[in-house]
């Protein structure tokens, strides 16, 4: 996914005529279609664990909504962010993790089900505290329109997610045939995300290029790093550190990049730091995943 992704976006990037076809309105359809295919994916067993650790769910929400929201911020602020670019981070900031953290998590050999406890519990307060976190950062630069985002949040991710996790339940056995082809339509979607925003926005992201990639790496960086040193601090096994790790240091960017056009119309280049955060987490979430696999899991830590 991550070298098919980067190929894309340099064909956006470099030729954009190639990818404006795809129009940036599809962009909310495209990730319903993820968020299907994730609740599709849902078992109640994956919301057990809540109850069985609810120590661990509770800081990684905590973590989650507080580290990279004030990362976001305060990269934005020392790299001198116009306000478009500054929104459009802390939009990923604000967002839950996504479901490569899972994919990444399990690679890793970390932690899966509290991984997929932490995506759960975070996607589904996400319509609440990532308004709430924007408005908070942004009030001062920009006008956030908190019902319209959560509206979006809703139709956009917990609606479809609701409807995949039905359907599973009800009709799992037909939903396990077609478990298979969902990586594919979910990698196919985000890339056509990252191709959207790219190509519609790349004589900017050209003009802006170094600051936006280096403010959108050094978050998710920080991000993983923060996440494992908490991990430490709260003397967690080493399979939990690494799924704390990763899940607050991978975002649901597709989410930023489409609440983007909805929250920020007016600001086109608030999208730019989602899409290039959907390249870059993956390439650094592979290469992540080899390093935490290495890593021996004792139960003390």
């Not at 959560?150 to 799992?172: C, E």
Request: aromatic share 8%; hydrophobic share 55%.
């Amino acid at each position: 996914m991550a070298v098919l992704v980067l190929l894309v976006t340099a064909l956006a990037l470099f030729a954009p005529k190639t990818c404006t076809w795809i129009d940036t309105s599809w962009i909310n359809y495209l990730l319903m279609a993820v968020m299907f295919g994730m609740g599709l994916t849902l078992k109640a067993k994956d919301f057990a664990v809540v109850f069985r650790h609810p120590k661990d769910i509770l800081c990684g929400c905590i973590a989650q909504f507080t580290i990279m929201p004030m990362i976001a911020f305060l990269l934005g602020k020392l790299f001198g962010l116009d306000t478009g670019l500054l929104a459009g981070v802390i939009l990923v900031g604000a967002c839950p993790g996504g479901t490569s953290s899972n994919v990444i998590t399990y690679l890793s050999k970390g932690d899966v089900a509290l991984s997929v406890g932490m995506t759960s519990v975070n996607t589904l307060l996400a319509p609440l505290l990532t308004p709430a976190i924007t408005w908070l950062l942004l009030r001062t630069s920009v006008t956030v329109d908190i019902p319209v985002m959560f509206l979006s949040i809703v139709k956009v991710v917990i609606i479809p997610i609701a409807l995949g996790f039905i359907i599973q339940r009800f009709w799992g056995k037909y939903t396990e045939k077609a478990e298979d082809g969902l990586p594919i339509i979910s990698v196919s979607a985000i890339t056509l995300i990252v191709a959207s925003v790219v190509s519609h926005n790349s004589e900017r992201i050209l003009e802006t290029g170094v600051v936006v990639f280096a403010v959108v790496i050094l978050h998710n960086l920080l991000g993983y790093a923060a996440g494992f040193l908490l991990g430490i601090l709260l003397k967690l096994p080493a399979s939990k550190k690494k799924a704390l790790s990763i899940e607050i240091g991978m975002q649901n960017s597709g989410l930023a990049a489409s609440l983007a056009g909805t929250a920020f119309p007016d600001l086109s280049m608030a999208a730019v730091p989602g899409a290039i955060f959907s390249v870059w987490h993956n390439i650094s979430g592979a290469i992540l995943a080899n390093i935490f696999r290495r890593m021996k899991d004792k139960d003390s830590g």
